[in-house]
C-alpha cells in the first residue's frame, strides 16, 4: 500500500479527531472525546502551537497520525511526548505505524531531545510488542496519574 507521511495542517483536523475518536472506541472509552475540531485548530496552529502532528495520507484520505507536544523533564531535560499514534484499524499491518513514528523521532532528534516518551495500555499486546521490536522500554513499574476536571474542581473546593 502506498501512503505519505506530511505535516498536518489546520484544514486535516476534522479527519485527525476522527481518527482520535476511533482510537477511544478500540481503547474501549467511546465517550471519553471532548476536544473538538475548532479545539485542534486553535491549539495546534498560529504563533505559538500546542501540538504539532503528522499525518499519513492514503489517496488524499487521511488514515494515520502521529501528535507530539514538548515536556520538559528534571531529569532529562527537553522531552518530546508523543500523545497518540493512531493508525485506521483497518489499515494497521502495512507499515504506516512505524513510518509515522520515524518521522516522531526524526523530528525529536532534530529538536535535541533526550527522551521521547507516551503511554501504552497494558492490555495492547500488538502495541507494546511493536514498540519493544523498535527499541524502546515499557516501564511498567510506573502507573500514570490523571486529574479530570471534575477531579480539579473537587481538589479546588477542598483547599
Known amino acids: 500500500m502506498e501512503f ?6 489546520k484544514d486535516d483536523m476534522p479527519q485527525v479527531l476522527g481518527l482520535i475518536k476511533q482510537l477511544a472506541v478500540f481503547e474501549k472509552e467511546p465517550d471519553a472525546v ?5 479545539d485542534l485548530e486553535k491549539n495546534g496552529f498560529g ?3 500546542n501540538f504539532h502532528c503528522f499525518v499519513a495520507e492514503v489517496g488524499g484520505k487521511i488514515e ?7 515536556r520538559f ?3 532529562k531535560g527537553n522531552v518530546l511526548h508523543l500523545e497518540d499514534l493512531i493508525v485506521n484499524q483497518k489499515l494497521r499491518g502495512h507499515g504506516m ?3 509515522l513514528l520515524d518521522e516522531v523521532v526524526k523530528f525529536g532528534h532534530q529538536m535535541g ?9 497494558n492490555w495492547n499486546k500488538p502495541a507494546i510488542d511493536f514498540y519493544v521490536k523498535k527499541g524502546a522500554e515499557v516501564k511498567n513499574q510506573w502507573n500514570v496519574v490523571h486529574l479530570d476536571a471534575l477531579g480539579i474542581k473537587n481538589y479546588l473546593s477542598k483547599l
Open 34 to 38: 471532548e476536544v473538538t475540531v475548532e
Open 73 to 75: 523533564s528534571t531529569w
Open 97 to 99: 505505524g512505524a513510518a
Open 4 to 9: 505519505h507521511i506530511r505535516n498536518a495542517n
Open 113 to 121: 531531545v533526550r527522551r521521547i516518551s507516551w503511554e501504552v495500555l
Open 64 to 70: 494515520g497520525i502521529a501528535l507530539v507536544y514538548n
Open 47 to 49: 504563533t505559538r502551537p
